[in-house]
């Protein structure tokens, strides 16, 4: 059956791809981090890289840190649960992974956020928030700076058309809170009969907490399959050879 147990697997088989991917790519970085629990998102104006390793919610907003700590006492109290959003970047991975129809580095992203346990929608860069804008506030539009091109937005999640632009990869995925709460909860028997359930045991309020390296595993995977992929077809041109 589906559990989050399996997850463990998945972080053990991001930790071989993430010592793979420190070989071939020395500068790439991958950070996932909690943006919002519950109605109670960061503040992007208060950003912090280092504080996400500083709290228990892997947030880069200490102030948020804070109130959802608070929240968190109070739903254990009450014996309910919380969903969250996970935000999961990647710095430094070159341009050009990934293909333009049958093997696209987004989609393949997105399959693999979504078969994480509890995860109910995927969005890659400004993802639904795309649908509110126009053609012209969308576009990441290119100038030339003393390195070369550089972009002077983010908002396709550094994949154009399936491929990699050479800016930071970013996913966010969002997670359901846990249906096992000690509330109890109407169903049905097998054999039709209306009851009421109530779940015993230890349940986290917030299972976002625990996706968090859960995405980091499967972005490091995804990018590896992809960086090898590159490496078989241009000979190890984009990148250092381990």
Request: overall charge neutral.
């Amino acid at each position: 059956r589906s559990s989050a147990r399996e997850t463990a697997a998945r972080v053990a088989a991001g930790g071989v791809a993430r010592a793979a991917l420190a070989r071939l790519v020395p500068d790439l970085r991958i950070t996932g981090y909690m943006v919002q629990m519950g109605p109670h998102a960061i503040d992007r104006a208060r950003f912090d890289w280092e504080e996400i390793a500083r709290n228990p919610f892997w947030a880069p907003d200490a102030e948020a840190a804070g109130a959802w700590a608070e929240r968190l006492d109070e739903l254990r109290k009450t014996g309910n649960s919380v969903g969250a959003v996970v935000e999961v970047t990647a710095r430094g991975v070159p341009a050009g992974l990934g293909a333009p129809v049958y093997a696209k580095l987004d989609a393949e992203l997105a399959g693999a956020m979504m078969s994480i346990n509890a995860v109910k929608g995927v969005e890659i860069g400004a993802g639904m928030d795309a649908a509110t804008l126009t053609g012209a506030d969308n576009a990441d539009e290119i100038r030339m700076g003393n390195d070369g091109p550089r972009y002077l937005s983010n908002r396709a999640g550094g994949v154009l058309g399936g491929i990699t632009t050479g800016q930071d990869v970013v996913v966010r995925f969002a997670v359901k809170p846990t249906s096992s709460i000690l509330q109890p909860r109407r169903s049905i028997t097998r054999t039709g009969e209306e009851v009421e359930i109530v779940t015993r045991g230890r349940h986290d309020p917030c299972v976002g907490i625990r996706a968090v390296p859960v995405g980091e595993a499967m972005m490091a995977c995804v990018l590896l399959d992809h960086l090898l992929l590159d490496r078989a077809q241009t000979g190890g041109a984009r990148g250092p050879v381990g």
